[in-house]
């Protein structure tokens, strides 16, 4: 699913005094430059939301449904390895020449999956889309220190963060609508202008004579490749073990794409470069802990990957119709932010516990709601489902402004930064394990042996009896961040 965080803003600088009103941002070149920022958040965001819509689709055409959870599977890890290499591209090319850049991949990437003749195509696509993705998201949040004053930057945060809101209205209708007619590949067609559109205003409001300028350093910033090497390859050795021939060698797989997980952690702990702050690999302490949770609140929404298959092929549901019920999710996550968000101390709390228990049971209600319907009206049946999706985003969004917040109050003094840029490399690898693991768990269950109605039955039962656990084991974290804030007071 989606997600509508975003990397922090480098906390080595002071923060602003006061905070600018909406007409400031809105006014002006201001305007004009929040436009060319949030332009390719926007299309990062509304391409996940097309996609997902239109995937059943895809399948039907040129085949592949053994292969389905790998096209989120290397969207993400494209995201992961783009968003690393943001750092570098900006400061090699600066801020027009790395926006122009992600634009450029991110199109060739949506071009590749226009013409997919087979699966395999396809999913090289979504590899190139996801490393521009990644590229343009970052690059959105990084370039807003070098293009506002101190003033605007909190206004400027949530608009981009915005954009995924957006999104969920956008993406399934263009999607849905496309799909529903037969021209699936022309949902990808579409996001070209859109692309070359914001290419043009970059040009024009990015450019040293509008202001914008941006000095080289004197040497490229390092990246820690070698543990996003280790990161990538863990979770491809995860996704890959659904094709083993017995369970036996599917769950080698997947104990061998953990180890290497694992190995990146122990060498981050030695680099000079580092993914995540100190105490961020102690599941004992609390900084561990919330990093446990954000991964795991999202491995428990990546089922969201195969519910428009299920809602087309088990309820009948249209594309279109599809499409905005599996945004319910998103949508749940965003209401649940904005009205937990100003929630502090007890408040907060509370919020933070209930969360997890929220996702838990959406994601057990769609275990019993999404393999057998006609239990319910048909009408009280969507309603059932899309509250049940709804809850599941919920469970994530009134818990998560308070998980960030601890994570910036928790980090040791000196690595506030890395902990708020690492943020972003816990979600999107929590995201990668959770889509890998779902085609593997959706596949052994009977995707596509015996498939049909038959085997996505099985399937929608155990993806989401199984996924439950994730959010489930949050609840016992959440209580040792709590207790932990709370002997702090």
């Known amino acids: 699913m989606a997600s509508s965080s975003s990397p922090s803003l480098d906390r080595s600088r002071a923060d602003p005094p006061a905070t600018a009103g909406w007409g400031e941002l809105f006014s002006g070149r201001n305007g004009w430059r929040a436009l060319a920022l949030t332009g390719g958040v926007a299309l990062h965001a509304v391409n996940v939301h097309i996609v997902t819509t239109v995937l059943p689709s895809v399948v039907r055409e040129i085949g592949g449904l053994d292969w389905y959870a790998w096209s989120t599977t290397l969207f993400v890890l494209g995201s992961i390895l783009g968003a690393a290499l943001s750092v570098r591209l900006l400061a090699v090319l600066g801020p027009r020449g790395a926006c122009l850049a992600a634009l450029a991949v991110f199109s060739a990437g949506s071009i590749g999956c226009a013409l997919a003749p087979a699966m395999p195509w396809m999913l090289a696509g979504r590899t190139v889309q996801g490393l521009g993705g990644g590229l343009l998201a970052a690059l959105s949040y990084g370039l807003i220190q070098l293009v506002f ?52 205003l970059v040009t024009l409001q990015l450019r040293p004579a509008a202001g914008v300028r941006h000095e080289r350093p004197a040497s490229a910033p390092r990246i820690a490749l070698p543990q996003i090497a280790l990161l990538l390859a863990s979770v491809l050795v995860i996704a890959a073990s659904e094709f083993g021939a017995s369970l036996p060698a599917q769950a080698a797989g997947v104990a061998l794409g953990l180890a290497l997980g694992i190995a990146a ?91 997890p228990v929220v996702c838990t049971l959406g994601l057990a209600a769609l275990a019993v709601l999404l393999p057998a319907p006609g239990h319910l009206p048909a009408g009280l049946e969507t309603l059932a489902v899309a509250l049940a999706l709804a809850a599941v985003g919920l469970g994530v969004g009134i818990g998560w402004p308070h998980l960030l917040t601890r994570v910036m109050s928790r980090a040791p003094a000196g690595e506030e930064g890395l902990a708020s840029a690492s943020i972003t490399t816990v979600q999107l690898y929590g995201m990668a394990v959770g889509a890998a693991v779902a085609g593997l768990v959706a596949n052994a269950a009977g995707l596509t042996q015996p498939g049909g109605v038959e085997g996505a039955r099985s399937a929608a039962v155990w993806l989401f009896a199984s996924f439950a656990i994730a959010p489930a084991l949050v609840v016992l974290l959440a209580r040792r961040v709590v207790s932990a804030t709370r002997a702090d007071s």
């Open 149 to 200: 004053a101190p003033r605007l930057w909190p206004r400027a945060v949530a608009l981009v963060s915005g954009m995924w809101g957006v999104a969920t209205l956008c993406g399934p209708a263009v999607g849905g609508l496309f799909a529903q007619g037969g021209h699936w590949r022309w949902a990808f067609w579409t996001l070209l202008p859109v692309a070359a559109a914001q290419a043009l």
């Open 265 to 355: 952690t122990r060498v981050d702990r030695a680099s000079a470069v580092r993914l995540l702050p100190t105490g961020a690999y102690s599941i004992a302490a609390p900084l561990g802990a919330i990093y446990a949770s954000v991964a795991l609140l999202l491995i428990g929404t990546t089922t969201e990957i195969f519910v428009p298959y299920f809602l087309q092929l088990l309820h009948g549901h249209t594309p279109l119709a599809a499409g905005y019920l599996t945004a319910a999710m998103a949508g749940g996550w965003s209401v649940g932010s904005l009205l937990s968000s100003g929630r502090g101390g007890a408040g907060a709390d509370r919020m933070l516990r209930a969360g």
